[in-house]
């Protein structure tokens, strides 16, 4: 979005939270700080910073297989143990 203010240009970047059906890390989104909102099927719902989430599954994301093949992780359920006492927004 452009705002012409006093012949002053400003770009603003606006970024929408993405809503999902299942938590979600990927390659593709690190370093963009996208808050994601996923509710789950069981109704349970949870907002995160994908960086944050990120640099706290860093290394574990990095020995898996998944990750490395397709580029994401996945889970439909939860959020990953790891994450679970942390603050994640």
């Known amino acids: 979005m452009k705002l012409k203010n006093n012949n002053i240009n400003l770009k603003i970047n606006t970024m929408q939270n993405l809503i999902s059906k299942r938590f979600v890390?990927?390659?593709?989104l690190i370093g963009k700080n996208q808050v994601?909102?996923?509710?789950?099927k069981n109704g349970k719902q949870v907002k995160y910073n994908h960086d944050k989430v990120y640099d706290i599954m860093?290394?574990?994301?990095e020995s898996m297989p998944c990750f490395e093949?397709?580029?994401?992780?996945?889970?439909?359920t939860s959020i990953p143990v790891i994450l679970r006492d942390k603050v994640i927004l």
């Not at 860093?58 to 994301?61: D, G, P, R």
């Not at 093949?69 to 889970?75: D, E, G, L, N």
């Open 25 to 28: 890390v990927r390659k593709s």
């Open 36 to 40: 994601i909102e996923v509710t789950f």
């Open 58 to 61: 860093k290394s574990k994301l």
């Open 69 to 76: 093949k397709y580029k994401s992780y996945t889970s439909s």
